[in-house]
């Protein structure tokens, strides 16, 4: 079965650019969630999904959104970028997060660096 | 502000040792604990996670969950250095947002 696929794996923009990140979970997973990874906060959790709906959010300004699709597949979305926004970018699939006792299984990630 | 709250390190363990892991959760509500492993530059991959009271063992790791203290610990056996890795603790709480701690560094020395 293949895993948890991000893309692209790396990117690179400029301040005040937008920027769009694609995972496509594990098939049969239906919840995704994203999280952002710096060195300074660790892993920080954005926003989860399921069924194509928002149902968690994480502390983040509204400038990072995202989107589930019907096939399960989600993007995020962040305007307005700042240099602060560098990180990497994980995504997470899991098949029902809402039990509790779902594992959440990790993409490759996006490196996304903002100039 | 809910939060999971690990120690740094780095812990120096020599191979062949037992390497042990802390890790404590203020959400008294959170039901699943679980510890990834991440290898530098890579993602973080599942360990093992733990919904009960007491120690869960698969193979080389235990993992263990005291609710009462808030407190969930990975004990690692025979340490190898390819266990050389940050550990990840990681608490669903009650709003079922999987919360990490900053994570373990762990030093593995042959």
């Known amino acids: 079965k293949a895993g948890v696929t991000q893309t692209p794996r790396y990117l690179i923009k400029t301040r005040g650019q937008q920027v769009t990140l694609s995972c496509s979970p594990i098939?049969?997973?239906?919840?995704v969630s994203w999280y952002q990874q710096t060195p300074g906060q660790g892993l920080q959790f954005l926003f989860e999904?399921?069924?194509?709906?928002?149902?968690n959010k994480g502390n983040f300004p509204g400038r990072f959104s995202g989107r589930q699709f019907s096939n399960s597949r989600s993007e995020m979305n962040v305007s307005t970028l700042e240099l602060g926004d560098s990180a990497l970018y994980l995504c997470?699939?899991?098949?029902?997060?809402?039990?509790?006792?779902?594992?959440?299984?990790f993409g490759p990630g996006t490196r996304l660096t903002v100039l | 502000q809910k939060e999971v709250e690990q120690n740094s390190g780095p812990l120096s363990v020599p191979e062949g040792a037992i390497a042990s892991l802390n890790c404590t959760y203020s959400?008294?509500?959170?039901?699943?604990f679980f510890w990834y492993r991440q290898y530098s530059g890579k993602s973080p991959e599942l360990i093992m996670f733990i919904y009960s009271n007491g120690d869960k063992e698969d193979g080389r790791f235990t993992a263990q969950l005291n609710k009462a203290s808030q407190y969930v610990s990975l004990l690692i056996r025979d340490s190898q250095p390819s266990d050389s890795a940050t550990y990840l603790c990681a608490v669903m709480d009650s709003s079922y947002k999987l919360i990490f701690g900053s994570g373990t560094r762990l030093l593995v020395r042959p």
């Open positions: 098939s049969g997973h239906r919840s």
């Open positions: 997470a699939s899991s098949l029902f997060l809402s039990s509790g006792s779902d594992e959440q299984f």
């Open positions: 959400d008294r509500g959170s039901q699943s």
């Open positions: 999904y399921f069924s194509e709906t928002q149902r």
